[in-house]
């Protein structure tokens, strides 16, 4: 017999307090913390628990008795279902106060650093049809909303187009108008669909994965330039025939297309990278434009999303990372080379640096382009590339750019930025709790936070990009000169036999290359008995948490410590 399960409690008349993560408002009621979706501080309502754990529930608002002052008007019709626009009930100046208390928490709460005063988030002027690209899913099922089941609301056309539902991988929404992107990409997109449904064209089965039409991708551009590219299973030569003939009124439709591209993607998997994309009208890329330079967008080319807000955030990197034209700078997760070619004029040489060897042949072709004579760029793992051999040859780094995915950095990456040293970092993060883990481990290594800001791109959504400077600490930041023989100092003989510099060559000669942190090193040195000085590289706290040194790494340290008779 199935287990009954237990009636979860309505709670009615409760205040929401404070915004949280993910978009998602907060109440407490006798100390249980209450996570509610599409609700703002200021509103009363009746909650219905849908989740509960022992500190905390996730419910939803069943019947608001006051609306907040500061609530607004959601514009989509919709909102509330496709998952995206959370913060369309809150008026632009409150998203930006949250953004900006979101960043401070989690850099203080998560990362537990000493911060300089943050700046204000620098707050974008469209909240509307800013996005550059979208991405549409096709979907033999069309999502019904709550309000259409009670309703009974029946469709002789259960097909859809639009976006994917959150936690239903196999439906999609139907979208009539997305407010993200253009008017010219919702056009286009409901000219498909009509198309396709007088035609009778098959929409995929996500389950199953039968069907013709697959995915959409609308890409705009500053210069007016417009991609798109229809994505299609493929089988039969006589469904190759049905595909042109769409594409051909695609094309004749909408004459500003300026790169109209197609693929096709018969495996189960809708990535598109490892696919071949054929070209059936006009060019294979678009431009972008960028203080005058020029960055050519080839249809899986990675660009920022929002075009003319992804300016103000450069211009902030650029600006922390105080150029003088004399400094190398090396731009760590370069991508197609667009915050590189964008400092270049303001350096001596940039070096961009990214795993995806497709992105950095872009980056050559952008700084061609663009007449740019002083960047290079190479495609590889960080950790391998970033060796004492590459620092001997093409010198070390006085700035480092980091501009990294979601998740942060990998702790190999931040090993290699301890290991160049430079004298500053600009971290630009579109997550500010990954970067105040890695923000945490940088300041360990021997930096300090200098300034921070924040650049709203994404209107309406509770994502922030969040820039930082750290700039290189002196063992003291206020000094004399004593002159003093070395048994007068309160060393041991062992301390005084290797500095951290030699110690981290001999690594790296007799190790392939290996690269070791002043962390580590000072961490095996301790493990071993070796006096450090009072201010180098001691956590605040004995229960401090800090990355611990790997085994073959510390093996190595104890190696050079042996090699120097320092242990």
């Given at each position: 017999?199935?287990?009954?399960?237990?009636?979860?409690?309505?709670?009615?008349?409760?205040?929401?307090?404070?915004?949280?993560?993910?978009?998602?408002?907060?109440?407490?009621?006798?100390?249980?913390?209450?996570?509610?979706?599409?609700?703002?501080?200021?509103?009363?309502?009746?909650?219905?628990?849908?989740?509960?754990?022992?500190?905390?529930?996730?419910?939803?608002?069943?019947?608001?008795?006051?609306?907040?002052?500061?609530?607004?008007?959601?514009?989509?019709?919709?909102?509330?279902?496709?998952?995206?626009?959370?913060w369309?009930?809150?008026?632009?100046?409150?998203?930006?106060?949250?953004?900006?208390?979101?960043?401070?928490?989690?850099?203080?709460?998560?990362?537990?650093?000493?911060l300089?005063?943050?700046?204000?988030?620098?707050?974008?002027?469209?909240?509307?049809?800013?996005?550059?690209?979208?991405?549409?899913?096709?979907?033999?099922?069309?999502?019904?909303?709550?309000?259409?089941?009670?309703?009974?609301?029946?469709?002789?056309?259960?097909?859809?187009?639009?976006?994917?539902?959150?936690n239903?991988?196999?439906?999609?929404?139907?979208?009539?108008k997305?407010?993200?992107?253009?008017?010219?990409?919702?056009?286009?997109?409901?000219?498909?669909?009509?198309?396709?449904?007088?035609?009778?064209?098959?929409f995929?089965?996500?389950?199953?994965?039968?069907?013709?039409?697959?995915?959409?991708?609308?890409?705009?551009?500053?210069?007016?330039?417009?991609?798109?590219?229809?994505?299609?299973?493929?089988?039969?030569?006589?469904?190759?025939?049905?595909?042109?003939?769409?594409?051909?009124?695609?094309?004749?439709?909408?004459?500003?297309?300026?790169?109209?591209?197609?693929?096709?993607?018969?495996?189960?998997?809708?990535?598109?990278?490892?696919?071949?994309?054929?070209?059936?009208?006009?060019?294979?890329?678009i431009?972008?434009?960028?203080?005058?330079?020029?960055?050519?967008?080839g249809?899986?080319?990675?660009?920022?999303?929002?075009?003319?807000?992804?300016?103000?955030?450069?211009?902030?990197?650029?600006?922390?990372?105080?150029?003088?034209?004399?400094?190398l700078?090396?731009?760590?997760?370069?991508?197609?080379?667009?915050?590189?070619?964008?400092?270049?004029?303001?350096?001596?040489?940039?070096?961009?640096?990214?795993?995806?060897?497709?992105?950095?042949?872009?980056?050559?072709?952008?700084?061609?382009?663009?007449?740019?004579?002083?960047?290079?760029?190479?495609?590889?793992?960080?950790?391998?590339?970033?060796?004492?051999?590459?620092?001997?040859?093409?010198?070390?780094?006085?700035?480092?750019?980091?501009?990294?995915p979601?998740?942060?950095?990998?702790?190999?990456?931040?090993?290699?930025?301890?290991?160049?040293?430079?004298?500053?970092?600009?971290?630009?993060?579109?997550?500010?709790?990954?970067?105040?883990?890695?923000?945490?481990?940088?300041?360990?290594?021997?930096?300090?936070?200098?300034?921070?800001?924040?650049?709203?791109?994404?209107?309406?959504?509770?994502?922030?990009?969040?820039?930082?400077?750290?700039?290189?600490?002196?063992?003291?930041?206020h000094?004399?000169?004593?002159?003093?023989?070395?048994?007068?100092?309160?060393?041991?003989s062992?301390?005084?036999?290797?500095t951290?510099?030699?110690?981290?060559?001999?690594?790296?000669?007799?190790?392939?290359?290996?690269?070791?942190?002043?962390?580590?090193?000072?961490?095996?040195?301790?493990?071993?008995?070796?006096?450090?000085?009072?201010?180098?590289?001691?956590?605040?706290?004995?229960?401090?948490?800090?990355?611990?040194?790997?085994?073959?790494?510390?093996?190595?340290?104890?190696?050079?410590?042996?090699?120097?008779?320092?242990?």
């Open positions: 017999m199935a287990r009954k399960r237990k009636e979860l409690p309505l709670l009615e008349k409760v205040t929401i307090t404070d915004v949280a993560a993910e978009g998602k408002a907060i109440a407490k009621v006798n100390d249980l913390v209450i996570f509610v979706p599409y609700v703002v501080p200021g509103d009363v309502v009746d909650l219905q628990i849908k989740r509960k754990k022992h500190h905390y529930a996730e419910a939803e608002a069943v019947k608001f008795h006051e609306y907040s002052v500061v609530r607004a008007v959601p514009f989509c019709q919709h909102y509330g279902v496709c998952g995206g626009c959370k369309q009930v809150l008026p632009y100046s409150e998203q930006i106060k949250y953004k900006q208390k979101q960043v401070t928490d989690n850099l203080t709460r998560i990362g537990k650093i000493e300089p005063e943050i700046s204000p988030i620098l707050g974008s002027e469209k909240t509307q049809f800013y996005r550059n690209k979208l991405e549409y899913t096709f979907s033999n099922k069309r999502w019904l909303t709550t309000e259409e089941v009670q309703q009974n609301v029946v469709y002789e056309q259960m097909n859809a187009v639009g976006f994917h539902i959150p239903a991988f196999d439906k999609v929404l139907a979208i009539e997305c407010w993200l992107q253009d008017d010219i990409s919702n056009r286009i997109r409901n000219a498909v669909r009509d198309y396709a449904y007088q035609h009778n064209y098959s995929i089965n996500l389950r199953t994965h039968e069907g013709m039409l697959r995915n959409m991708i609308v890409r705009t551009s500053t210069t007016g330039e417009l991609m798109v590219i229809l994505i299609c299973k493929i089988e039969k030569e006589e469904e190759m025939a049905l595909f042109k003939q769409m594409l051909q009124y695609i094309a004749d439709t909408f004459p500003e297309i300026t790169s109209l591209l197609y693929i096709i993607n018969n495996k189960c998997n809708d990535t598109i990278t490892d696919l071949e994309v054929h070209t059936f009208k006009g060019k294979d890329h431009f972008e434009e960028m203080e005058g330079l020029r960055f050519k967008v249809p899986k080319s990675f660009y920022q999303t929002n075009s003319e807000q992804a300016y103000n955030l450069y211009k902030v990197a650029r600006n922390f990372a105080g150029l003088t034209g004399n400094e700078v090396y731009d760590l997760y370069t991508g197609t080379g667009t915050i590189a070619n964008f400092v270049s004029k303001h350096a001596r040489q940039v070096i961009g640096i990214e795993y995806v060897p497709e992105a950095i042949e872009d980056a050559k072709v952008n700084a061609e382009i663009n007449g740019i004579k002083n960047t290079l760029f190479f495609a590889g793992d960080m950790k391998d590339m970033l060796t004492q051999d590459f620092i001997n040859q093409y010198g070390r780094p006085d700035v480092i750019i980091t501009d990294p979601r998740a942060g950095m990998h702790q190999d990456v931040v090993d290699v930025i301890l290991f160049a040293e430079p004298k500053r970092i600009v971290y630009v993060s579109c997550d500010s709790a990954t970067l105040a883990r890695d923000l945490k481990i940088l300041c360990d290594g021997g930096y300090e936070i200098r300034k921070v800001r924040g650049v709203d791109q994404f209107g309406m959504t509770v994502h922030v990009e969040t820039v930082c400077l750290l700039s290189k600490l002196h063992e003291a930041k000094h004399v000169n004593v002159r003093l023989d070395m048994d007068e100092l309160d060393l041991t062992a301390e005084s036999k290797a951290y510099e030699e110690i981290k060559a001999y690594v790296a000669e007799h190790n392939d290359g290996m690269k070791v942190s002043n962390l580590y090193i000072a961490q095996v040195k301790a493990k071993y008995g070796i006096i450090e000085r009072e201010n180098y590289n001691k956590p605040k706290s004995d229960d401090s948490r800090q990355p611990k040194c790997p085994k073959e790494k510390e093996e190595a340290i104890v190696e050079a410590l042996k090699a120097f008779k320092m242990i």
